[in-house]
């Protein structure tokens, strides 16, 4: 994701990048672009971020939600008053707390599997009879199913519980519904208050144990592809203060679209979305953050990549509504 990003940034010719990079990962990026490759002691990490961020326009975030990473990460730019090209820390709370999410989805009228809460010392018994065999275990904040596990009985029960804990840290643990369907996900541009969408995505999720994201197909002809677009829209304006790009994960049953997560990042969709679009994602994502939303863009590529970020396959794609 931080190579395509920063490839995309960079083409639009009117920005000086920096970007960190790990000594053990270095990117392959253009030349233009400065690496500053953080230092491995945490705190000399952070004294660089924060003197980055600091003297920085903008900061674009590429981070999961896991353990907080991405809001902490956020709330560490806003103490430097550096603006940030996503959502702020307070959205992304809001967003990636799963156990809370629930709530915000129903009262937008919004479909979304029966959630329910675990903490240290919980009796397990009580809230899956609440909600019933098979059951999600996952982390109450998570990021590409690290630690999602589906239990059919009791015994996979406890398996789940105890690998969903490792997965979350000091965080709960949640026991949700399990809705049978095609795992998609549609990608969205959002400036504070509303959201416009760029593409329905097909999810290759394999539910292993734990479950393991496999990347996507995008864009993705389904009969249900509307609804999901609707149901993401509504999901956004659910949580406002979401900016730039976002992604929301859905289930598609045969007659509606469930709302599983929001996620207030770029994604891993990204990769695929780019090289369906004849747009450049980033700056439209740019313009989005100062406010400026486009208009719905017509993929003309159907494009399927991994998880790792790889693109295994490119074909031209007309749109219904270019047959229209």
């Keep these: 994701m931080l190579q395509a990003l920063v ?15 790990d000594s ?9 672009v400065d690496v500053v490759t953080l230092p491995p002691a945490p705190n000399k990490r952070e004294t660089v971020l924060d003197r980055l ?7 674009w975030l590429i981070a999961p939600e896991t353990n907080r990473c991405l809001e902490r990460l956020a709330a560490r730019a806003e103490r430097q008053r550096a603006p940030l090209l996503g959502g702020g820390a307070d959205v992304i709370r809001r967003a ?3 156990a809370d999410l629930p709530r915000r989805l129903a009262r937008a009228g919004l479909r979304h599997p029966a959630t329910r809460v675990l903490t240290l010392g919980t009796n397990d018994a009580r809230p899956v009879r609440e909600i019933g065999f098979p059951v999600v275990v996952k982390p109450g904040r998570g990021a590409g199913c690290e630690g999602v596990c589906l239990a ?12 969903a804990r490792r997965a979350s840290g000091r965080g709960p643990v949640l026991l949700q519904q399990y809705v049978a369907g095609q795992a998609a996900s549609v990608s969205l541009l959002a400036d504070g208050r509303r959201a416009v969408p760029l593409t329905v995505n097909a999810q290759a999720v394999r539910r292993s144990w734990p479950f393991s994201y496999r990347g996507g ?27 730039g790009f976002v992604g929301v994960d859905v289930v598609l049953t045969p007659t509606d679209a469930v709302v599983i997560e929001v996620n207030p990042r770029l994604t891993t969709a990204y990769i695929g979305v780019r090289s369906a679009l004849e747009e450049n994602v980033a700056a439209l994502a740019l313009a989005a953050c100062a406010g400026v939303l486009p208009a719905p863009p017509v993929a003309r590529r159907r494009v399927r990549f991994t998880a790792a970020g790889r693109i295994v396959s ?11």
């Design 7 to 21: 490839t995309d940034l960079s083409s639009i010719g009117c920005h000086q990048i920096v970007t960190t990079a």
């Design 24 to 32: 053990r990962f270095p990117p392959a990026l253009p030349s233009a």
């Design 53 to 59: 961020m600091a003297s920085a326009d903008a900061v």
């Design 96 to 98: 990636s707390d799963k």
């Design 152 to 163: 059919r009985s009791a015994r996979e029960l406890r398996r789940a519980v105890m690998m």
């Design 217 to 243: 197909l995008t864009p993705f002809d389904h009969p249900l592809a509307t609804r999901a677009i609707e149901a993401a829209l509504a999901a956004c304006e659910a949580l406002p203060g979401l900016r």
């Design 314 to 324: 490119t074909e031209p794609y007309v749109s219904e509504r270019d047959v229209a």
